[in-house]
């Protein structure tokens, strides 16, 4: 399977159980990192005797795992667990399905699926009588009832010449069923909608060493520009800060306000949604030394001057059906302050968030924002960035049709 905007940049992780079915595990995480899932393979100890850490590793995404000590990683298992946009379990044996509905938490795998909020997919695999014994059937059961996506066994051959119920259900199947998934959960209420949105902190130019530049990391932008894409809109994102390539949405590499205006402007007419999470200069230096402002000819004296302000252009030109999202970092008077910028800036939603806390803002991967639109205001609970950009462009998106601004 070759590149698909479904699975691009997803982060999987592929936890493989110690059963028989191991070595097909290696086929599927070739797949789904041909289908541009980012895959971290975990490996429980008896999987070990099935097949070879080194064979994940050489194919996966990153270096396979198997401990929860390892050195240069102390807490592996709420990294994987907290990035993951899903985790996969295949082969799932009688063991390790077990385990993970009794909540045992005693290796990396079962550590991780235990810490983590992310969808899980259990693949099963084992003996016919294994697969069709009380307990086994008790704990699918209660994991099904906890939301895991099971996909059972295929019939066949088994191991040691014995055939019947139990074989690892095919990649195809088991890929398919991750489609399904994915594009359930986006929801697509973004499909056929052109959405801009800009990320990152400008750098003003003084001499071509040194600039004006502020703290935004760009993170919580580029969530909302893969939301968006995984919500089904065609995506550009005019970003400061890198973004890998194979995204799947289109990139415009931009460093200072004026380049950020002006790649703005290209495309904005013609877009159906406009998020500005981009930390705009303010100010920009009046003249930029051409070459390196020496040190030995004393403090320079550099003159400011005003930066275009993208946001409040945007809303002076807004077409009807257009949606124009505009943040507020703010260290003070949270809503007033975002409710003035709603109005002088013909914002349809502020996002605003007080920087000054330490769980929210800037660099960190959470957030806590209010919503400030219409004559309302709703406060989200502190969540990850990727949660924040759900939660905005689902209520976004709901609203704009009830507004009737977008009428399909
Ligand atoms: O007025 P303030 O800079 O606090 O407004 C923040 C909002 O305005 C953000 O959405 C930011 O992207 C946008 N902005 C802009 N151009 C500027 C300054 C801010 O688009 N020059």
Redesign the pocket.
């Known amino acids: 399977m070759s590149n698909s905007p479904l699975f691009s940049g997803k982060k999987i992780v592929l936890g493989v159980g110690g059963g028989i079915a191991a070595y097909k595990s290696v086929e599927l995480m070739r797949r789904l990192v041909d289908a541009g899932a980012f895959v971290s393979p975990v490996l429980t100890e008896a999987s070990l005797r099935f097949v070879g850490e080194v064979t994940f590793s050489a194919l996966g995404s990153e270096r396979a795992r198997v401990s929860l000590w390892d050195e240069d990683d102390p807490i592996p298992h709420t990294r994987l667990a907290q990035q993951a946009d899903l985790i996969v379990l295949a082969p799932a044996t009688a063991d390790l399905i077990a385990r993970y509905a009794a909540g045992i938490a005693d290796d990396l795998l079962t550590t991780t699926l235990i810490a983590t909020k992310a969808p899980v997919v259990v693949v099963a695999a084992m003996h016919t009588e294994m697969w069709q014994h009380p307990s086994v059937v008790e704990n699918i059961a209660i994991l099904r009832g906890r939301g895991v996506i099971v996909i059972e066994p295929e019939s066949g051959r088994l191991a040691g010449g014995d055939v019947g119920v139990g074989r690892l259900a095919s990649a195809e199947r088991v890929i398919s069923a991750i489609e399904e998934l994915f594009a359930v959960e986006g929801r697509r209420v973004l499909a056929g909608k052109r959405v801009l949105v800009?990320a990152g902190g400008t750098r003003e130019a003084i001499d071509p060493v040194r600039f004006i530049g502020n703290r935004s990391s760009g993170k919580q932008g580029i969530a909302f520009a893969r939301t968006a894409l995984d919500f089904g809109a065609e995506v550009t994102l005019v970003t400061t800060v890198p973004v890998p390539e194979g995204s799947g949405v289109d990139v415009v590499q931009v460093e200072s306000?004026q380049e950020m205006?002006e790649a703005v402007s290209k495309v904005s007419g013609k877009c159906d949604l406009v998020v500005?999470?981009?930390?705009?200069?303010?100010f920009r230096c009046k003249e930029i030394s051409p070459t390196k402002i020496k040190k030995g000819r004393g403090v320079p004296q550099v003159l400011l001057e005003?930066?275009?302000?993208?946001?409040?252009?945007?809303g002076s030109v807004k077409p009807e059906n257009q949606v124009l999202?505009?943040?507020?970092?703010?260290t003070g008077e949270l809503e007033a302050e975002a409710r003035r910028?709603l109005k002088d800036?013909n914002?349809d939603f502020?996002v605003a968030n007080n920087v000054l806390e330490g769980d929210a803002g800037f660099a960190v991967d959470t957030n806590r924002v209010t919503l400030v639109y219409d004559d309302s205001a709703m406060a989200l609970e502190l969540a990850d960035k990727k949660d924040i950009a759900k939660k905005v462009l689902s209520f976004v998106a709901e609203w704009a049709q009830k507004k009737g601004v977008w009428t399909v």
């Open positions: 800009t306000a205006f500005m999470a981009a930390a705009v200069a303010d005003p930066t275009p302000d993208i946001l409040a252009h945007l999202i505009g943040f507020a970092a703010e910028k800036k914002a502020i």
